[in-house]
């Protein structure tokens, strides 16, 4: 994990315990010696990662409806920091504004962000029922200052609708749906399920996500089309646009699209978790000496 992953050495589960009591009944000792949950309960999950919000973030409220996806804090606070390296922040107080494609019913990474870097963030969705929890989420924890929220009408655009003349971004973060139809992304729970040996009906039928998260029409690899496509409409309106890629095979027709499309410069950044490898492709219209000048003025 990144250095400044506060969870690269696992979690202390006596502490998290005290932080939260409502994690206790889900904590066990495995037959490794080892104090773990089941990862395969989604109760268990979702206790685990509200409880590291409180424990390292002082995120003290986050509560969202539990067919939403519950996301991994490790995980997602990762492509926080590799996006803090990116941009280079002259200092810990650069002014830094940052637009989530996306975000969802538990707004992680505006969360995250914010507490991280004290960056402000937009955030959009398509869903207004995400946006109004995300909203009490911001509110509950006095954020309403940081954390401001669009909504994306048109569920085929991306920055469509969203970007408005007089908008300047340091950077766009997402984290794209990963499949093409219900379908798909049922077969892909079941298949993670019966590796964890934990395949049974109730579990499948409850595994979180709704629509709006987990597919787009024509998969990850025609929402990251729409993206690429879409930010070169507003070149200069955000210095660096980003977002996850969860098939490795998509970053090469990615790369090829953002040269046709006059990008300056192409990352791929490759983030190790375990024995998973995530990555994230980022792309700037800006040239060398653009960038340097927005780092110098503390990208304001």
Known sequence: MHKKNKHKNGYNFDNLRATNKDLEPFVFTNTHGTQTIDFAKPDAVRALNTTLLKAHYTISHWDFPKVNLCPPIPGRVEYIHYMADLLKMPKPNANIKVLDIGTGASCIYPLLGNAEYDWQFVATDISEGSLASAQKIVEKNKL?????????????????????????????????????????????????????????????????????????????????????????????????????????????????????????????????????????????????????????????
Request: net charge positive.
């Open 144 to 300: 309403n200052d940081a954390i401001s929220f669009r909504l994306q009408r048109n569920s085929a655009n991306i920055f469509k609708g969203i970007l408005r003349e007089n908008d300047a971004f340091s950077l766009s973060i997402c984290n794209p749906p990963f499949y093409k139809n219900e379908a798909e992304a049922f077969e892909a729970t079941t298949r993670k399920l019966k590796g964890l040996g934990k395949l049974t009906d109730t579990v499948v039928r409850n595994f979180a996500g709704t629509a709006q998260e987990l597919w787009f029409e024509g998969g990850e690899k025609a929402f990251l089309h729409t993206y690429l496509y879409e930010s070169s409409l507003y070149k200069k309106q955000c210095v660096w646009y980003s977002s996850l890629v969860s098939n490795k095979a998509h970053v090469k027709s990615m790369q090829a699209s953002l040269k046709k499309l006059n990008a300056e410069t192409v990352k791929v950044i490759t983030m190790p978790m375990g024995n998973k490898v995530s990555r994230v492709v980022a792309w700037t219209f800006f040239t060398d000496e653009e960038l340097k000048a927005a780092i110098k003025n503390n990208y304001k």
